[in-house]
Protein backbone atom coordinates (compact mmCIF):
# COMPACT_ATOMS: atom_id res chain seq x y z
CA UNK A 1 0.00 0.00 0.00
CA UNK A 2 1.43 3.59 -1.15
CA UNK A 3 1.07 6.65 0.25
CA UNK A 4 -0.01 7.97 -3.02
CA UNK A 5 -3.26 4.98 -3.38
CA UNK A 6 -4.53 6.19 0.23
CA UNK A 7 -4.11 9.61 0.43
CA UNK A 8 -7.37 10.28 -1.05
CA UNK A 9 -8.99 8.46 1.64
CA UNK A 10 -7.65 9.73 4.41
CA UNK A 11 -7.88 13.29 6.36
CA UNK A 12 -5.80 15.00 9.13
CA UNK A 13 -4.93 13.73 12.74
CA UNK A 14 -8.23 13.85 15.33
CA UNK A 15 -8.03 15.55 18.72
CA UNK A 16 -9.67 12.18 19.86
CA UNK A 17 -7.27 8.83 19.63
CA UNK A 18 -8.81 5.63 19.02
CA UNK A 19 -6.50 2.78 18.68
CA UNK A 20 -7.09 -0.55 16.94
CA UNK A 21 -5.66 -3.37 18.53
CA UNK A 22 -5.09 -7.10 16.82
CA UNK A 23 -5.51 -9.45 20.32
CA UNK A 24 -4.06 -12.23 18.81
CA UNK A 25 -3.26 -15.97 20.25
CA UNK A 26 0.49 -15.83 19.87
CA UNK A 27 1.42 -12.21 19.51
CA UNK A 28 -0.19 -8.71 19.47
CA UNK A 29 -0.28 -5.34 18.11
CA UNK A 30 -1.47 -1.79 18.48
CA UNK A 31 -2.01 1.00 16.16
CA UNK A 32 -2.53 4.65 15.91
CA UNK A 33 -4.10 7.05 13.05
CA UNK A 34 -0.19 9.58 12.52
CA UNK A 35 -0.91 12.08 10.13
CA UNK A 36 -3.61 10.15 8.15
CA UNK A 37 -1.56 7.21 8.17
CA UNK A 38 -2.08 3.56 10.22
CA UNK A 39 1.29 3.52 11.82
CA UNK A 40 1.84 0.30 14.46
CA UNK A 41 3.29 0.77 17.54
CA UNK A 42 7.06 -0.56 18.53
CA UNK A 43 6.71 -1.73 22.57
CA UNK A 44 9.73 -0.69 24.88
CA UNK A 45 11.56 -3.69 23.57
CA UNK A 46 11.50 -2.07 20.12
CA UNK A 47 9.24 -4.77 18.22
CA UNK A 48 5.57 -4.26 16.67
CA UNK A 49 4.57 -7.98 17.27
CA UNK A 50 4.02 -8.41 21.12
CA UNK A 51 3.72 -11.52 22.22
CA UNK A 52 0.15 -12.71 23.61
CA UNK A 53 2.28 -14.37 26.86
CA UNK A 54 1.12 -12.95 30.62
CA UNK A 55 3.46 -14.23 33.70
CA UNK A 56 2.35 -14.02 37.15
CA UNK A 57 5.80 -13.47 39.37
CA UNK A 58 5.51 -14.78 43.03
CA UNK A 59 5.62 -10.75 43.77
CA UNK A 60 4.30 -8.32 42.16
CA UNK A 61 2.39 -7.63 39.50
CA UNK A 62 2.11 -9.45 36.09
CA UNK A 63 3.98 -9.05 33.36
CA UNK A 64 3.13 -9.44 29.47
CA UNK A 65 5.10 -9.43 26.32
CA UNK A 66 8.70 -10.76 25.86
CA UNK A 67 9.63 -9.91 29.16
CA UNK A 68 7.00 -12.51 29.89
CA UNK A 69 7.86 -14.86 26.80
CA UNK A 70 11.58 -14.82 28.48
CA UNK A 71 9.87 -16.43 31.90
CA UNK A 72 7.94 -19.38 29.91
CA UNK A 73 10.94 -20.95 29.80
CA UNK A 74 11.65 -20.59 33.43
CA UNK A 75 8.56 -20.81 35.09
CA UNK A 76 6.01 -22.42 32.71
CA UNK A 77 3.62 -23.32 35.43
CA UNK A 78 3.33 -19.60 36.06
CA UNK A 79 3.34 -18.36 32.54
CA UNK A 80 0.18 -17.99 30.38
CA UNK A 81 -0.22 -18.39 26.28
CA UNK A 82 -2.61 -18.70 23.65
CA UNK A 83 -5.27 -17.92 25.83
CA UNK A 84 -7.59 -16.42 23.46
CA UNK A 85 -8.12 -20.26 22.57
CA UNK A 86 -10.15 -20.03 26.31
CA UNK A 87 -11.74 -17.02 26.30
CA UNK A 88 -15.43 -17.04 26.62
CA UNK A 89 -15.35 -20.43 27.00
CA UNK A 90 -16.76 -23.23 29.56
CA UNK A 91 -14.94 -26.02 31.42
CA UNK A 92 -16.69 -28.61 29.76
CA UNK A 93 -15.90 -27.45 26.32
CA UNK A 94 -12.15 -27.69 26.43
CA UNK A 95 -10.30 -30.74 24.46
CA UNK A 96 -7.58 -32.58 26.13
CA UNK A 97 -5.38 -31.02 22.81
CA UNK A 98 -5.94 -27.81 24.16
CA UNK A 99 -5.79 -28.38 27.96
CA UNK A 100 -2.19 -29.21 27.23
CA UNK A 101 -0.45 -26.40 28.79
CA UNK A 102 1.78 -26.03 31.18
CA UNK A 103 0.07 -23.71 33.72
CA UNK A 104 -3.34 -24.93 35.38
CA UNK A 105 -6.49 -24.85 33.89
CA UNK A 106 -9.78 -25.46 36.48
CA UNK A 107 -12.63 -26.96 34.27
CA UNK A 108 -15.84 -27.14 36.15
CA UNK A 109 -19.16 -28.64 33.63
CA UNK A 110 -21.21 -25.51 32.46
CA UNK A 111 -19.02 -23.24 34.57
CA UNK A 112 -16.65 -20.62 32.79
CA UNK A 113 -12.73 -21.88 32.35
CA UNK A 114 -10.02 -20.40 35.15
CA UNK A 115 -6.46 -20.11 34.83
CA UNK A 116 -4.62 -21.74 37.51
CA UNK A 117 -2.05 -20.09 38.75
CA UNK A 118 -0.87 -21.91 42.23
CA UNK A 119 -3.25 -20.75 45.06
CA UNK A 120 -4.53 -18.06 42.71
CA UNK A 121 -6.96 -18.34 39.68
CA UNK A 122 -8.18 -16.02 36.95
CA UNK A 123 -10.38 -15.76 34.44
CA UNK A 124 -9.28 -15.89 30.40
CA UNK A 125 -10.52 -12.38 30.38
CA UNK A 126 -8.41 -11.23 33.54
CA UNK A 127 -5.26 -12.73 31.49
CA UNK A 128 -5.82 -11.24 28.49
CA UNK A 129 -6.62 -7.60 29.94
CA UNK A 130 -3.07 -7.93 31.02
CA UNK A 131 -1.55 -8.15 27.52
CA UNK A 132 -3.97 -5.53 26.31
CA UNK A 133 -2.95 -3.26 29.31
CA UNK A 134 0.59 -3.31 27.96
CA UNK A 135 -0.36 -2.24 24.11
CA UNK A 136 -2.20 0.47 25.84
CA UNK A 137 0.72 1.64 27.70
CA UNK A 138 2.82 1.54 24.67
CA UNK A 139 0.54 3.25 22.41
CA UNK A 140 0.35 5.76 25.39
CA UNK A 141 4.17 6.20 25.77
CA UNK A 142 4.82 6.76 21.39
CA UNK A 143 2.26 9.05 21.23
CA UNK A 144 2.33 10.77 24.40
CA UNK A 145 -0.95 10.79 26.09
CA UNK A 146 -3.49 9.24 27.49
CA UNK A 147 -5.54 6.58 25.64
CA UNK A 148 -9.21 5.36 26.52
CA UNK A 149 -10.62 4.33 23.28
CA UNK A 150 -10.03 1.02 21.41
CA UNK A 151 -11.66 -1.26 18.05
CA UNK A 152 -10.50 -4.73 19.36
CA UNK A 153 -10.08 -7.61 16.32
CA UNK A 154 -12.12 -10.96 16.36
CA UNK A 155 -12.13 -14.18 14.66
CA UNK A 156 -15.18 -14.19 12.55
CA UNK A 157 -16.64 -17.35 14.41
CA UNK A 158 -16.38 -15.97 17.65
CA UNK A 159 -19.34 -16.49 19.28
CA UNK A 160 -21.65 -13.82 21.40
CA UNK A 161 -19.60 -15.41 24.67
CA UNK A 162 -16.34 -15.14 23.05
CA UNK A 163 -17.48 -11.32 21.94
CA UNK A 164 -18.41 -10.29 25.41
CA UNK A 165 -15.28 -11.85 26.99
CA UNK A 166 -12.93 -9.80 24.61
CA UNK A 167 -14.96 -6.49 25.00
CA UNK A 168 -15.13 -7.42 29.17
CA UNK A 169 -10.84 -8.17 29.05
CA UNK A 170 -10.89 -4.16 26.70
CA UNK A 171 -12.71 -3.17 29.68
CA UNK A 172 -10.72 -4.84 32.72
CA UNK A 173 -7.57 -3.01 30.88
CA UNK A 174 -8.86 0.46 30.70
CA UNK A 175 -10.25 1.17 27.28
CA UNK A 176 -14.29 1.81 26.01
CA UNK A 177 -14.26 -0.30 23.39
CA UNK A 178 -15.88 1.29 20.32
CA UNK A 179 -16.16 -1.52 18.12
CA UNK A 180 -15.56 -5.63 18.17
CA UNK A 181 -14.55 -6.00 14.61
CA UNK A 182 -14.09 -9.54 12.93
CA UNK A 183 -10.44 -9.99 12.29
CA UNK A 184 -11.19 -11.28 7.97
CA UNK A 185 -12.58 -7.40 7.56
CA UNK A 186 -9.91 -5.37 9.34
CA UNK A 187 -7.17 -7.52 7.14
CA UNK A 188 -9.73 -7.12 3.93
CA UNK A 189 -9.47 -3.25 5.13
CA UNK A 190 -5.73 -3.05 5.00
CA UNK A 191 -5.65 -4.71 2.10
CA UNK A 192 -8.03 -3.41 -0.08
CA UNK A 193 -7.95 0.10 0.81
CA UNK A 194 -6.61 1.39 -2.18
CA UNK A 195 -9.23 -0.17 -3.97
CA UNK A 196 -11.69 1.29 -2.28
CA UNK A 197 -13.74 3.28 -5.16
CA UNK A 198 -13.78 0.03 -7.48
CA UNK A 199 -15.99 -2.85 -7.14
CA UNK A 200 -14.24 -6.14 -6.18
CA UNK A 201 -14.71 -9.53 -4.46
CA UNK A 202 -12.25 -10.69 -2.24
CA UNK A 203 -11.65 -13.64 -0.21
CA UNK A 204 -10.00 -13.12 3.33
CA UNK A 205 -7.92 -16.30 4.00
CA UNK A 206 -6.96 -16.04 7.97
CA UNK A 207 -5.19 -18.89 9.28
CA UNK A 208 -3.14 -17.79 12.79
CA UNK A 209 -1.62 -19.19 16.27
CA UNK A 210 -5.42 -20.57 17.52
CA UNK A 211 -7.95 -19.79 14.89
CA UNK A 212 -8.88 -19.78 11.30
CA UNK A 213 -11.35 -17.54 9.66
CA UNK A 214 -12.20 -17.20 5.57
CA UNK A 215 -14.56 -14.08 4.90
CA UNK A 216 -15.63 -13.82 1.25
CA UNK A 217 -16.15 -9.17 1.22
CA UNK A 218 -17.50 -7.06 -1.88
CA UNK A 219 -15.67 -3.90 -1.96
CA UNK A 220 -17.86 -0.95 -3.96
CA UNK A 221 -17.77 2.94 -3.70
CA UNK A 222 -15.87 2.38 -0.31
CA UNK A 223 -18.46 0.46 1.02
CA UNK A 224 -16.89 -3.03 2.54
CA UNK A 225 -19.63 -5.41 2.73
CA UNK A 226 -19.20 -9.04 4.44
CA UNK A 227 -21.11 -11.72 1.97
CA UNK A 228 -20.37 -14.84 4.14
CA UNK A 229 -17.85 -15.79 6.56
CA UNK A 230 -16.95 -19.57 8.26
CA UNK A 231 -14.03 -20.72 10.44
CA UNK A 232 -12.82 -22.56 13.11
CA UNK A 233 -11.86 -20.88 16.73
CA UNK A 234 -9.29 -23.66 17.61
CA UNK A 235 -7.56 -24.55 14.64
CA UNK A 236 -4.25 -22.82 13.98
CA UNK A 237 -0.20 -23.08 14.05
CA UNK A 238 -0.31 -24.33 17.74
CA UNK A 239 -2.22 -27.76 16.21
CA UNK A 240 0.81 -27.40 14.10
CA UNK A 241 3.08 -26.98 17.00
CA UNK A 242 1.77 -29.59 18.63
CA UNK A 243 2.45 -32.44 15.88
CA UNK A 244 5.98 -30.90 15.49
CA UNK A 245 6.52 -31.01 19.15
CA UNK A 246 5.41 -34.84 19.40
CA UNK A 247 7.24 -36.02 16.35
CA UNK A 248 10.53 -34.56 17.70
CA UNK A 249 9.82 -36.47 21.20
CA UNK A 250 9.52 -39.75 19.09
CA UNK A 251 12.61 -39.19 17.55
CA UNK A 252 14.58 -37.86 20.18
CA UNK A 253 13.00 -40.79 22.96
CA UNK A 254 12.72 -38.08 25.47
CA UNK A 255 11.08 -39.78 28.54
CA UNK A 256 9.44 -37.42 31.21
CA UNK A 257 10.30 -34.09 29.86
CA UNK A 258 9.50 -31.58 32.77
CA UNK A 259 7.77 -28.33 32.33
CA UNK A 260 11.24 -26.36 31.70
CA UNK A 261 12.11 -28.29 29.12
CA UNK A 262 8.85 -28.40 27.47
CA UNK A 263 8.80 -24.84 27.42
CA UNK A 264 12.15 -24.47 25.95
CA UNK A 265 11.23 -27.30 23.14
CA UNK A 266 8.10 -25.67 22.28
CA UNK A 267 10.35 -22.24 21.65
CA UNK A 268 12.93 -23.49 19.31
CA UNK A 269 10.39 -25.47 17.38
CA UNK A 270 9.01 -22.01 16.48
CA UNK A 271 11.91 -20.78 15.59
CA UNK A 272 13.12 -24.12 13.49
CA UNK A 273 9.25 -23.82 12.06
CA UNK A 274 9.57 -19.80 10.97
CA UNK A 275 13.27 -20.53 9.79
CA UNK A 276 11.77 -23.38 7.28
CA UNK A 277 9.27 -20.59 5.60
CA UNK A 278 12.45 -19.26 3.86
CA UNK A 279 14.40 -22.67 4.09
CA UNK A 280 14.54 -25.90 2.83
CA UNK A 281 16.46 -27.82 5.93
CA UNK A 282 17.23 -26.21 9.71
CA UNK A 283 18.29 -27.28 12.69
CA UNK A 284 17.38 -27.07 16.37
CA UNK A 285 19.98 -26.62 18.91
CA UNK A 286 19.28 -26.39 22.42
CA UNK A 287 22.53 -26.23 24.62
CA UNK A 288 22.38 -27.09 28.16
CA UNK A 289 18.83 -28.78 27.75
CA UNK A 290 19.19 -31.73 30.54
CA UNK A 291 22.22 -30.72 32.72
CA UNK A 292 25.35 -30.75 29.96
CA UNK A 293 23.76 -32.39 27.60
CA UNK A 294 22.71 -30.44 24.71
CA UNK A 295 19.52 -31.03 22.14
CA UNK A 296 20.46 -31.13 18.48
CA UNK A 297 17.78 -31.99 15.61
CA UNK A 298 17.62 -31.31 12.35
CA UNK A 299 14.26 -30.84 10.68
CA UNK A 300 13.31 -30.42 7.03
CA UNK A 301 10.90 -28.78 5.35
CA UNK A 302 9.21 -31.56 3.61
CA UNK A 303 9.11 -33.23 7.13
CA UNK A 304 6.82 -30.11 8.38
CA UNK A 305 5.03 -30.17 5.39
CA UNK A 306 3.72 -33.76 6.26
CA UNK A 307 2.71 -32.95 9.91
CA UNK A 308 1.05 -29.66 8.95
CA UNK A 309 -0.45 -30.87 6.07
CA UNK A 310 -4.01 -32.31 7.61
CA UNK A 311 -4.06 -29.18 9.83
CA UNK A 312 -4.27 -27.35 6.98
CA UNK A 313 -6.88 -29.41 5.17
CA UNK A 314 -9.14 -28.52 7.59
CA UNK A 315 -9.52 -25.53 5.96
CA UNK A 316 -10.49 -26.93 2.92
CA UNK A 317 -14.37 -27.47 4.15
CA UNK A 318 -14.71 -24.12 5.53
CA UNK A 319 -13.43 -22.38 2.49
CA UNK A 320 -16.11 -24.39 0.01
CA UNK A 321 -18.88 -23.56 2.41
CA UNK A 322 -18.25 -19.90 2.39
CA UNK A 323 -18.51 -19.48 -1.58
CA UNK A 324 -21.85 -21.82 -1.34
CA UNK A 325 -22.81 -19.00 1.53
CA UNK A 326 -21.86 -16.31 -0.89
CA UNK A 327 -23.19 -17.86 -3.92
CA UNK A 328 -20.29 -17.30 -5.23
CA UNK A 329 -18.05 -19.52 -7.59
CA UNK A 330 -13.87 -18.82 -7.94
CA UNK A 331 -14.50 -16.71 -11.24
CA UNK A 332 -16.20 -14.61 -9.16
CA UNK A 333 -13.30 -13.45 -7.03
CA UNK A 334 -11.24 -10.83 -8.14
CA UNK A 335 -8.36 -11.10 -5.25
CA UNK A 336 -7.28 -13.87 -2.40
CA UNK A 337 -5.57 -12.32 0.32
CA UNK A 338 -3.77 -13.91 3.38
CA UNK A 339 -3.96 -13.36 6.88
CA UNK A 340 -2.13 -15.02 9.99
CA UNK A 341 1.63 -15.66 10.59
CA UNK A 342 1.18 -19.86 8.95
CA UNK A 343 0.48 -18.03 5.76
CA UNK A 344 4.08 -17.31 5.69
CA UNK A 345 4.42 -21.19 5.20
CA UNK A 346 4.72 -21.66 1.55
CA UNK A 347 2.76 -25.08 1.45
CA UNK A 348 0.11 -22.68 2.78
CA UNK A 349 0.26 -20.73 -0.27
CA UNK A 350 0.24 -23.36 -2.39
CA UNK A 351 -2.65 -24.65 -0.64
CA UNK A 352 -4.64 -21.36 -1.28
CA UNK A 353 -3.62 -21.28 -4.93
CA UNK A 354 -5.13 -24.75 -5.22
CA UNK A 355 -8.64 -24.38 -3.56
CA UNK A 356 -8.79 -20.91 -5.37
CA UNK A 357 -7.17 -21.37 -8.73
CA UNK A 358 -5.47 -17.96 -8.22
CA UNK A 359 -1.99 -16.82 -6.56
CA UNK A 360 -2.93 -14.90 -3.29
CA UNK A 361 -2.17 -11.33 -3.00
CA UNK A 362 1.23 -10.89 -1.08
CA UNK A 363 1.88 -7.21 -0.72
CA UNK A 364 0.84 -6.96 2.72
CA UNK A 365 2.95 -8.12 5.76
CA UNK A 366 0.36 -11.04 6.90
CA UNK A 367 1.03 -10.93 11.00
CA UNK A 368 0.25 -7.01 10.80
CA UNK A 369 -2.78 -6.80 8.38
CA UNK A 370 -5.11 -7.12 10.53
CA UNK A 371 -3.34 -4.57 13.38
CA UNK A 372 -3.53 -2.15 10.56
CA UNK A 373 -7.28 -2.43 8.99
CA UNK A 374 -8.30 -2.08 12.89
CA UNK A 375 -6.09 0.83 13.33
CA UNK A 376 -8.44 2.22 9.91
CA UNK A 377 -11.54 0.88 11.26
CA UNK A 378 -10.42 3.04 14.59
CA UNK A 379 -9.53 5.81 12.26
CA UNK A 380 -13.10 5.71 10.43
CA UNK A 381 -15.01 5.70 14.32
CA UNK A 382 -12.88 8.83 15.38
CA UNK A 383 -13.55 10.76 11.82
CA UNK A 384 -9.77 10.54 10.75
CA UNK A 385 -10.66 8.28 8.06
CA UNK A 386 -13.59 9.25 5.47
CA UNK A 387 -15.43 7.70 2.47
CA UNK A 388 -14.63 4.37 3.97
CA UNK A 389 -18.01 2.09 5.19
CA UNK A 390 -17.70 -1.09 7.07
CA UNK A 391 -20.38 -3.24 7.32
CA UNK A 392 -20.04 -7.10 9.03
CA UNK A 393 -22.50 -9.73 9.10
CA UNK A 394 -23.64 -12.19 11.98
CA UNK A 395 -22.61 -15.83 11.39
CA UNK A 396 -25.53 -17.50 12.47
CA UNK A 397 -29.26 -17.13 12.47
CA UNK A 398 -31.16 -15.45 15.43
CA UNK A 399 -35.30 -16.31 16.39
CA UNK A 400 -36.93 -17.30 19.40
CA UNK A 401 -39.27 -20.65 20.06
CA UNK A 402 -43.31 -20.52 18.88
CA UNK A 403 -45.65 -22.32 19.70
CA UNK A 404 -44.75 -26.37 18.64
CA UNK A 405 -41.58 -26.03 19.39
CA UNK A 406 -40.70 -23.85 15.98
CA UNK A 407 -37.76 -21.35 15.39
CA UNK A 408 -39.06 -18.62 14.05
CA UNK A 409 -36.08 -16.77 12.52
CA UNK A 410 -35.61 -12.58 12.85
CA UNK A 411 -32.44 -11.86 11.60
CA UNK A 412 -31.17 -14.55 9.30
CA UNK A 413 -27.24 -15.58 9.17
CA UNK A 414 -24.89 -13.67 6.92
CA UNK A 415 -27.41 -10.31 7.72
CA UNK A 416 -25.49 -7.22 7.59
CA UNK A 417 -24.66 -5.90 11.04
CA UNK A 418 -25.46 -3.85 13.11
CA UNK A 419 -28.99 -4.23 12.09
CA UNK A 420 -32.64 -4.37 13.76
CA UNK A 421 -35.73 -6.75 12.97
CA UNK A 422 -38.89 -7.84 14.70
CA UNK A 423 -42.17 -9.39 14.32
CA UNK A 424 -45.65 -9.31 16.26
CA UNK A 425 -46.65 -12.57 18.20
CA UNK A 426 -49.58 -13.06 20.28
CA UNK A 427 -50.75 -15.98 22.58
CA UNK A 428 -51.68 -19.62 22.11
CA UNK A 429 -53.85 -20.38 25.12
CA UNK A 430 -56.53 -18.58 26.78
CA UNK A 431 -55.97 -16.27 29.51
CA UNK A 432 -52.50 -16.59 29.48
CA UNK A 433 -50.45 -14.00 31.77
CA UNK A 434 -47.18 -14.12 30.35
CA UNK A 435 -45.18 -15.01 27.40
CA UNK A 436 -41.79 -16.51 27.78
CA UNK A 437 -39.07 -15.22 25.11
CA UNK A 438 -36.52 -18.23 24.31
CA UNK A 439 -33.60 -16.70 22.09
CA UNK A 440 -32.16 -18.90 19.81
CA UNK A 441 -29.37 -19.10 17.89
CA UNK A 442 -29.05 -21.67 14.70
CA UNK A 443 -30.38 -22.96 11.55
CA UNK A 444 -33.09 -25.93 12.51
CA UNK A 445 -36.14 -26.23 12.23
CA UNK A 446 -36.97 -26.98 15.39
CA UNK A 447 -35.85 -25.05 18.56
CA UNK A 448 -34.91 -27.96 20.41
CA UNK A 449 -31.93 -28.18 17.64
CA UNK A 450 -30.48 -25.04 17.94
CA UNK A 451 -28.84 -23.40 20.46
CA UNK A 452 -30.65 -21.07 23.82
CA UNK A 453 -29.13 -18.05 23.80
CA UNK A 454 -30.98 -16.97 26.78
CA UNK A 455 -34.85 -16.30 28.13
CA UNK A 456 -37.21 -13.91 29.59
CA UNK A 457 -40.64 -13.75 30.50
CA UNK A 458 -42.96 -10.67 29.75
CA UNK A 459 -46.07 -9.99 31.78
CA UNK A 460 -49.75 -8.72 30.53
CA UNK A 461 -53.09 -9.34 31.74
CA UNK A 462 -54.97 -12.16 31.17
CA UNK A 463 -57.19 -12.37 27.63
CA UNK A 464 -58.54 -14.72 25.32
CA UNK A 465 -56.27 -16.91 22.77
CA UNK A 466 -54.61 -14.65 20.44
CA UNK A 467 -55.73 -11.06 21.67
CA UNK A 468 -52.57 -10.19 23.41
CA UNK A 469 -49.95 -8.56 21.31
CA UNK A 470 -46.39 -8.95 21.82
CA UNK A 471 -43.54 -7.28 19.73
CA UNK A 472 -39.86 -8.62 19.90
CA UNK A 473 -37.71 -6.46 18.35
CA UNK A 474 -33.90 -7.94 17.78
CA UNK A 475 -30.71 -5.74 17.57
CA UNK A 476 -27.62 -6.53 16.93
CA UNK A 477 -25.14 -3.78 17.58
CA UNK A 478 -21.95 -2.13 15.69
CA UNK A 479 -19.56 -4.51 18.54
CA UNK A 480 -21.91 -7.70 17.25
CA UNK A 481 -23.66 -7.84 20.60
CA UNK A 482 -27.37 -9.39 20.66
CA UNK A 483 -29.96 -6.92 22.47
CA UNK A 484 -33.61 -8.78 22.54
CA UNK A 485 -37.00 -6.23 23.44
CA UNK A 486 -39.91 -7.28 24.23
CA UNK A 487 -43.26 -5.08 24.30
CA UNK A 488 -46.83 -5.83 25.21
CA UNK A 489 -48.33 -2.91 22.70
CA UNK A 490 -51.59 -2.84 24.96
CA UNK A 491 -50.19 -1.46 28.72
CA UNK A 492 -46.72 -0.68 27.29
CA UNK A 493 -45.14 -2.79 29.63
CA UNK A 494 -41.63 -3.50 27.85
CA UNK A 495 -38.47 -6.25 28.85
CA UNK A 496 -34.90 -5.25 27.46
CA UNK A 497 -32.17 -8.07 27.97
CA UNK A 498 -28.74 -7.70 26.10
CA UNK A 499 -27.13 -11.18 25.99
CA UNK A 500 -23.84 -11.26 27.79
CA UNK A 501 -24.38 -14.40 28.64
CA UNK A 502 -24.60 -16.45 25.17
CA UNK A 503 -24.24 -19.80 25.31
CA UNK A 504 -20.41 -20.96 24.93
CA UNK A 505 -20.17 -23.17 21.86
CA UNK A 506 -16.80 -24.58 20.31
CA UNK A 507 -16.26 -24.03 17.19
CA UNK A 508 -16.43 -27.59 15.94
CA UNK A 509 -20.48 -27.66 17.17
CA UNK A 510 -20.54 -24.42 15.21
CA UNK A 511 -19.73 -26.17 12.46
CA UNK A 512 -21.58 -29.37 13.55
CA UNK A 513 -24.98 -26.78 13.09
CA UNK A 514 -23.79 -25.74 9.82
CA UNK A 515 -23.41 -29.60 8.28
CA UNK A 516 -26.28 -31.26 10.53
CA UNK A 517 -28.54 -28.09 8.84
CA UNK A 518 -27.66 -29.52 5.26
CA UNK A 519 -27.82 -32.89 6.34
CA UNK A 520 -31.19 -33.22 8.25
CA UNK A 521 -32.70 -30.42 5.98
CA UNK A 522 -35.08 -32.86 4.54
CA UNK A 523 -36.25 -34.22 7.83
CA UNK A 524 -36.08 -30.76 9.33
CA UNK A 525 -38.64 -29.09 6.57
CA UNK A 526 -40.69 -32.14 6.67
CA UNK A 527 -40.98 -32.04 10.62
CA UNK A 528 -42.05 -27.86 10.57
CA UNK A 529 -44.63 -28.68 7.95
CA UNK A 530 -45.81 -31.46 9.78
CA UNK A 531 -45.96 -28.95 12.92
CA UNK A 532 -47.27 -26.45 11.56
CA UNK A 533 -50.40 -28.60 9.98
CA UNK A 534 -50.74 -30.46 13.22
CA UNK A 535 -50.93 -26.75 14.59
CA UNK A 536 -53.65 -26.02 12.45
CA UNK A 537 -55.54 -29.25 13.06
CA UNK A 538 -55.74 -28.50 16.36
CA UNK A 539 -56.90 -25.12 15.90
CA UNK A 540 -59.66 -26.33 13.76
CA UNK A 541 -60.74 -29.17 15.94
CA UNK A 542 -61.13 -26.69 19.02
CA UNK A 543 -63.03 -24.21 17.12
CA UNK A 544 -65.67 -26.64 15.57
CA UNK A 545 -66.16 -28.32 18.92
CA UNK A 546 -66.94 -24.89 20.09
CA UNK A 547 -69.09 -23.28 17.38
CA UNK A 548 -71.05 -26.73 17.69
CA UNK A 549 -71.43 -26.25 21.37
CA UNK A 550 -72.39 -22.61 20.40
CA UNK A 551 -74.82 -23.26 17.38
CA UNK A 552 -77.41 -26.14 19.20
CA UNK A 553 -80.13 -27.61 16.91
CA UNK A 554 -79.49 -24.55 14.33
CA UNK A 555 -77.18 -27.44 12.47
CA UNK A 556 -79.20 -30.35 11.22
CA UNK A 557 -78.15 -33.63 12.69
CA UNK A 558 -76.99 -35.05 9.46
CA UNK A 559 -74.46 -31.91 8.93
CA UNK A 560 -73.57 -32.61 12.42
CA UNK A 561 -72.69 -36.05 11.87
CA UNK A 562 -70.81 -35.67 8.77
CA UNK A 563 -68.58 -33.05 10.39
CA UNK A 564 -67.75 -35.24 13.42
CA UNK A 565 -67.01 -37.88 11.40
CA UNK A 566 -64.57 -35.32 9.33
CA UNK A 567 -63.75 -34.50 12.60
CA UNK A 568 -62.45 -37.65 13.63
CA UNK A 569 -60.77 -38.07 10.53
CA UNK A 570 -58.55 -35.56 11.03
CA UNK A 571 -57.67 -37.01 14.49
CA UNK A 572 -56.72 -40.20 13.08
CA UNK A 573 -54.72 -38.35 10.32
CA UNK A 574 -52.83 -37.04 13.35
CA UNK A 575 -51.94 -39.99 14.87
CA UNK A 576 -50.74 -41.49 11.85
CA UNK A 577 -48.07 -38.80 11.39
CA UNK A 578 -49.13 -38.73 7.85
CA UNK A 579 -48.61 -34.61 6.23
CA UNK A 580 -50.71 -35.31 2.83
CA UNK A 581 -53.59 -37.19 4.46
CA UNK A 582 -53.77 -34.53 7.81
CA UNK A 583 -53.99 -31.72 4.78
CA UNK A 584 -56.41 -33.61 3.22
CA UNK A 585 -58.62 -34.32 6.37
CA UNK A 586 -58.24 -30.43 7.26
CA UNK A 587 -59.50 -29.37 4.10
CA UNK A 588 -62.25 -31.77 4.30
CA UNK A 589 -62.96 -30.26 7.67
CA UNK A 590 -62.81 -26.90 6.69
CA UNK A 591 -65.24 -27.33 3.38
CA UNK A 592 -67.57 -29.47 5.56
CA UNK A 593 -67.92 -26.60 8.26
CA UNK A 594 -68.25 -23.09 6.11
CA UNK A 595 -72.25 -23.33 6.78
CA UNK A 596 -71.20 -23.50 10.68
CA UNK A 597 -68.83 -20.87 10.31
CA UNK A 598 -71.71 -18.56 8.91
CA UNK A 599 -74.21 -19.77 11.74
CA UNK A 600 -71.46 -18.69 14.44
CA UNK A 601 -70.53 -15.37 12.59
CA UNK A 602 -74.18 -14.07 12.45
CA UNK A 603 -74.73 -15.38 16.02
CA UNK A 604 -71.76 -13.13 16.65
CA UNK A 605 -72.92 -10.19 14.64
CA UNK A 606 -76.43 -10.26 16.39
CA UNK A 607 -74.87 -10.50 20.08
CA UNK A 608 -72.85 -7.48 19.50
CA UNK A 609 -75.60 -5.49 17.92
CA UNK A 610 -77.80 -6.51 21.07
CA UNK A 611 -75.26 -5.46 23.69
CA UNK A 612 -74.52 -2.08 21.73
CA UNK A 613 -75.47 1.35 24.27
CA UNK A 614 -78.30 3.36 22.69
CA UNK A 615 -77.43 6.86 22.39
CA UNK A 616 -79.29 9.93 21.09
Not at 388 to 401: A, M, N, Q, R, Y
Request: with cysteine.
Amino acid sequence: MTRESVSAAYIGAVETDIVGIDLGTTNSLVGVMDAGFPVLIAGAEGARLTPSIVHFPEEGEPIAGAAAMRMRVLRPDSTVYSVKRFIGRRGDEISPEDAAVAYGLARPPGQPLRIQIGSLEYSPEQVSAVILRKLKEDAERSIGRAVHRAVITVPAYFNDAQRNATKQAGELAGFTVERIVNEPTAAALAYGLDKAKAKARIAVYDLGGGTFDISLLELHNGVFEVLATNGNTRLGGDDIDRTLLDRVLRRTKLDQVSPGEMARLREALVLVKHHLSTELVASMNIPFFRGEESLMLEITRKELEELARPVVERTRTHCQRVLADARLELSDLDEVILVGGVTRMPMVRHFVEDIFGREPNLSQNPDEAVAIGATIQAGILSGAVREVVLLDITPLSLGIETFGGLMNVIIPRNSTIPTKAGEMFTTAVANQAAMTIKVLQGEREMARDNWKLGEFEIEFEPAPKGVPRVGVQFEIDATGILHVLARETKTGRQEMVEMRSAVDVSDEAVEAMLADSLEHAFEDVNERIWTETRLKSEEMLGAVTFALQMVGDEVEAGERARIRDLADEVQRAMAGREVSKLKQANEALDAATQHLATIVLERATSDAIATRPITD
